[in-house]
């Protein structure tokens, strides 16, 4: 199973940086992924739903450490990748 598209949404929120969609070999769509900065720096947030209870718990996440680490990489790289493009735009305009 491959990554073959990411889509970066940012916010500009305290901690959450970023919603993200992720397309699975060109077939599965998960949406609502979240770009969150927390104590150990920016992470990703599988899809989630609130309970009765006031938790939280994932609609959809990985099963293993590498399936989630492939994830991870790829959303974090798209978002990076979007953050220095608009980086560069800001100081093309200075």
Same mark, same amino acid.
């Given at each position: 199973?491959? !990554?073959? $598209?990411?889509? !970066?949404? #940012? /916010? $500009?929120?305290?901690?959450? &940086?970023? +919603? *993200?969609?992720?397309?699975?070999?060109?077939?599965?769509? /998960?949406? =609502?992924?979240?770009?969150?900065?927390?104590?150990?720096?920016?992470? !990703? *947030?599988? #899809?989630?739903? &609130?309970?009765?209870?006031?938790? +939280?718990? =994932?609609?959809?996440?990985?099963?293993? @450490? =590498?399936? @989630?680490?492939?994830?991870?990489?790829? !959303?974090?790289?798209? +978002?990076?990748?979007?953050?220095? $493009?608009?980086?560069?735009?800001?100081q093309a305009e200075a």
């Amino acid at each position: 199973m491959d !990554v073959t $598209e990411v889509r !970066v949404f #940012p /916010v $500009e929120e305290e901690r959450l &940086k970023a +919603y *993200a969609t992720i397309t699975l070999d060109h077939c599965f769509l /998960v949406r =609502d992924l979240k770009i969150i900065h927390g104590n150990k720096g920016l992470f !990703v *947030a599988m #899809p989630s739903k &609130k309970r009765k209870d006031g938790t +939280y718990q =994932d609609t959809a996440h990985p099963l293993n @450490r =590498d399936t @989630r680490r492939m994830i991870e990489e790829a !959303v974090l790289g798209e +978002y990076d990748r979007l953050k220095t $493009e608009e980086g560069q735009m800001h100081q093309a305009e200075a």
